[in-house]
């Protein structure tokens, strides 16, 4: 789709909804993601689907009281104390003092929530040990993430969006009714402020701090007239490395532009359109150890693990970390000798522009919502290896049309949804003695159709249905030109000696390394020479390069009809408890697997039960729910062969089993006094696979692994390949841990018209299980990351100066781990350093 073409969709919605008739004057209608028209109006009645907040949501419930906060998580505006699902409700303020500006930043303000970067633009998301670690262009992510309305199809496009924001809210299990694609592990919403009628303001915050940290974010809003404005915002972000070779920079910027339009009493509509750059070298990396196998007489006796003690600021690229890789024997090359080339950077572009045009008819509010996003990748990574580049271009289109009111005791929710998407990618991966070369294209075309309906019983018992039947149709088109390095027979023992072959380059196509490798009398073969007998070239000891290729052309149609019933109960307006059950399902994907092309969908079944109080005059907060899931047809990626002839070497993409995942979730609010406020919140989840089994290559000594690896063989196309079956049942989920809690505090001192606000809070995570080959070696130690700050401003919060500090154990907790195959080194990405520093703001109404 071209861009004139979206813009002419965009457009066409507008105009189509601007000519319907107007009806009688009603409240303003509710905005593309449930939020209402923005003009200031009192707080709506729980599940009202066209009264709202304006873009401050926060509001007092009580003089004395904790504040409210209203949420739009099931399409209707409501107070989040009284929405009855699982949901984490992150303020603006508590963004900025907790420096969010990539979305990897969200774990530390969401106990449930576990983000981590994974080079280039790259963010995966685990919530409650539901989530996917594959981030290539062909898998589809486990949480949804949501940008003002729009689901995001790719977990590269996340970026550039935590500014001049409403709120963030965290949903935690299967969205698989209300949501735009369905997931398994549940969905992250990005809202940001809309433009306001007859309000002139402007605000904005700037912070500095040590590793020359830049933080900057500013917003403007300006009355058109009285039925129309206009928001700009922006925001930078940047800081130095954080690891002493230079990676783990930060540059980015965006903005972002809104024009709000109050066509009639009953119809509005808004255009926004967004714009964010990402560059800086944010990969970043360190050796942790090497697993060595041990022989003996009677061969393989174990592993034998050396950690490299490495300080977690010191990067893959200092000298020490060149010369630890350096000096490790790569037995299928024959040598030892190996550096990592490529330089990591980001040069990357996101954009999108949407229309929502709200108009109150009947007994409700018509919602339409067309999008159109794209993004442009142009970055290389370098996690244990030379180096991965990607060059990309992403499109989607959505469209949603969506119906929300209310009657008699009835309130409902009916829509549409559409999602395209197209996708073109160049990518190589050089790995020392590998390098795949992939070209390919991939689209998706999901619709869906989705209701939701709440009977109010009586006057406190309210029972919920509602239903989405999703298809989804994909097609994959694309070419893997594969290189293997050998020495020889890769199979002799003992190994073969090549010291002087060179190791696969860095070089950015097929043609190049042919040439790399002819001119330096290689051979470049797609049988492999040690195979064939010595009359016809064949060798057992001279290098070659083995090439295998792999042509995926294929499409998959994957659809279900996924489901949640509900009960709530109000003891009291302050009160209420609820109990749900509720389906999923992650559509399946594809792969550069000959014969293997693609996998299945994985679905998840939850049960909830909760509640949600006030209590002491609304001074006391207290939420707590349990949870129950069964999660089936996990996707799970690693290497493995695929089903060419003969069979290749790849990493694929498969369904691997099932689990069970079970906990609680509890947070509470204490305001002490009207100046002293307390705060916590606490999860206890409990992981187990209970079925986990997937082979990989039997290239000698079994893996580095903990669950059980027993040696046996694979036809595959009427050949016989030696695999391991290897069984991780009763295996806990990777990047989970059991027990994690935040506690926060905060004290505010009046003095006269200004004030002092004193701030502290620490976060704990215990240990967690981080390669996913359950090696015994690696895992996220326990511990805390504490918060600190000091506020000083008029009590009309006109300006503010600020002083804070980041991380004040400076603890780096790890994350990331896999085992580079060929050295047998581990790698793995540390968290951020302590950071400090000062941030001012200022604001005019």
């Known amino acids: 789709m071209t861009m004139n073409r979206a813009i002419l969709l965009l457009a066409s919605a507008s105009v189509l909804a601007m000519a319907t008739p107007a009806h009688a004057q009603t409240p303003p209608p509710t905005s593309a993601s449930g939020d209402a028209a923005p003009v200031p109006q009192s707080l709506p009645a729980a599940n009202s689907p066209q009264g709202g907040a304006p873009n401050s949501t926060h509001i007092d419930t009580s003089a004395e009281g904790l504040e409210d906060i209203v949420v739009t998580a099931q399409r209707v505006s409501e107070s989040a104390q009284r929405a009855p699902i699982a949901i984490s409700v992150i303020k603006p303020e508590d963004l900025v003092q907790q420096a969010v500006t990539r979305p990897e930043d969200l774990s530390r303000v969401v106990p449930a929530l576990v983000a981590a970067s994974t080079g280039g633009s790259y963010t995966t998301f685990v919530v409650r ?74 605000d904005g915050t ?108 010191e990067g893959i690229f200092s000298p020490k970390s060149q010369a630890y890789l350096a000096s490790h024997y790569i037995a299928q090359a024959g040598r030892a000798g190996e550096v990592v080339q490529g330089q990591p950077y980001n040069n990357n572009d996101f954009w999108g522009i949407l229309s929502e045009t709200n108009w109150q008819v009947g007994p409700g509010t018509l919602t339409v919502v067309p999008a159109y996003r794209e993004s442009r990748l142009d970055n290389l990574i370098t996690p244990g290896m030379n180096g991965a580049g990607t060059h990309e271009k992403d499109r989607q289109f959505s469209g949603e049309v969506r119906y929300a009111g209310k009657t008699g005791p009835l309130d409902f929710v009916v829509g549409g949804y559409y999602f395209g998407e197209h996708i073109r990618s160049n990518t190589y991966f050089s790995q020392f003695v590998l390098v795949p070369y992939q070209n390919f294209t991939t689209t998706t075309d999901s619709y869906a159709g989705f209701g939701k309906l709440t009977w109010h019983a009586t006057s406190k018992l309210s029972l919920t249905a509602a239903g989405r039947y999703t298809q989804d149709k994909k097609r994959f088109d694309g070419t893997s030109d594969t290189y293997i390095l050998f020495c020889g027979n890769p199979a002799s023992f003992p190994p073969n000696q090549c010291p002087t072959v060179p190791f696969i380059p860095l070089v950015p196509d097929a043609a190049s390394l042919r040439a790399f490798y002819a001119a330096r009398g290689v051979p470049v073969t797609n049988v492999p020479l040690f195979a064939l007998p010595p009359a016809f070239g064949g060798s057992q000891t001279a290098p070659f390069v083995l090439n295998a290729k792999t042509a995926i052309n294929s499409g998959l149609t994957n659809s279900k009809f996924t489901y949640r019933l509900g009960a709530e109960y109000a003891f009291s307006n302050t009160s209420m408890a609820y109990v749900s059950y509720e389906t999923g399902y992650h559509a399946g994907g594809f792969a550069f697997a000959q014969g293997l092309e693609s996998y299945k969908p994985e679905t998840i079944a939850a049960w909830t039960i909760g509640s949600k109080n006030r209590f002491f005059n609304n001074t006391v907060q207290f939420n707590i729910e349990g949870f129950y899931w069964k999660y089936r047809n996990q996707q799970f990626s690693t290497f493995g062969y695929d089903l060419g002839n003969p069979p290749t070497t790849v990493f694929l993409t498969r369904n691997v089993g099932k689990s069970t995942i079970y906990g609680v979730d509890a947070d509470a609010q204490f305001l002490v006094t009207r100046n002293t406020l307390l705060s916590g919140s606490v999860q206890y989840v409990h992981t187990n696979y209970d079925s986990f089994q997937y082979d990989v290559p039997n290239q000698g000594a079994p893996p580095p692994t903990t669950c059980g690896a027993q040696a046996g063989n694979s036809v595959i196309n009427g050949v016989t390949e030696a695999v391991y079956h290897i069984d991780c049942s009763g295996q806990p989920a990777v990047n989970t841990p059991e027990w994690s809690f935040n506690v926060n505090g905060q004290q505010t001192i009046p003095l006269g018209d200004y004030k002092i606000v004193l701030q502290a809070g620490t976060r704990y995570r215990g240990r967690a299980q981080e390669d996913p080959s359950y090696s015994s070696y690696i895992y996220a130690k326990a511990g805390t990351t504490s918060n600190a700050s000091i506020t000083f401003g008029p009590t009309d919060e006109r300006w503010f100066v600020t002083g804070f500090v980041n991380n004040l154990e400076d603890f780096r907790r790890v994350f990331g781990v896999s085992q580079v195959a060929a050295s047998g080194i581990y790698i793995g990405s540390y968290e951020a350093p302590r950071t400090y520093g000062v941030r001012v703001g200022a604001r005019f109404r």
């Open 129 to 202: 040990g539901v989530g996917n670690t594959t981030v290539n262009a062909y898998s589809d992510p486990a949480v949804a993430f949501n940008y003002d309305g729009v689901y995001i199809g790719r977990p590269s496009s996340t970026s550039g969006s935590f500014y001049d924001l409403q709120r963030v809210e965290v949903l935690k299990g299967p969205q698989g009714t209300l949501y735009g694609r369905n997931a398994t592990g549940g969905a992250i919403n990005v809202i940001p402020n809309r433009p306001q009628l007859d309000t002139l303001s402007a």
């Open 206 to 313: 700037v912070s500095y701090g040590n590793y020359n940290t830049v933080n900057a974010q500013a917003a403007v809003n300006l009355p058109i007239s009285t039925s129309g404005a206009f928001r700009l915002a922006g925001n930078y972000a940047s800081h130095d490395p954080f690891y002493n070779d230079g990676t783990n920079d930060q540059h980015e910027y965006g903005a972002r532009a809104q024009v709000y339009a109050e066509l009639t009493p009953t119809l509005n509509t808004r255009i926004s359109a967004d714009y964010a750059h990402q560059g800086g070298a944010k990969l970043f990396a360190t050796y942790v150890g090497t697993a060595t196998p041990i022989f003996g007489r009677t061969g393989f006796s174990g592993y034998s693990y050396s950690p490299t003690n490495y300080a977690p600021g």
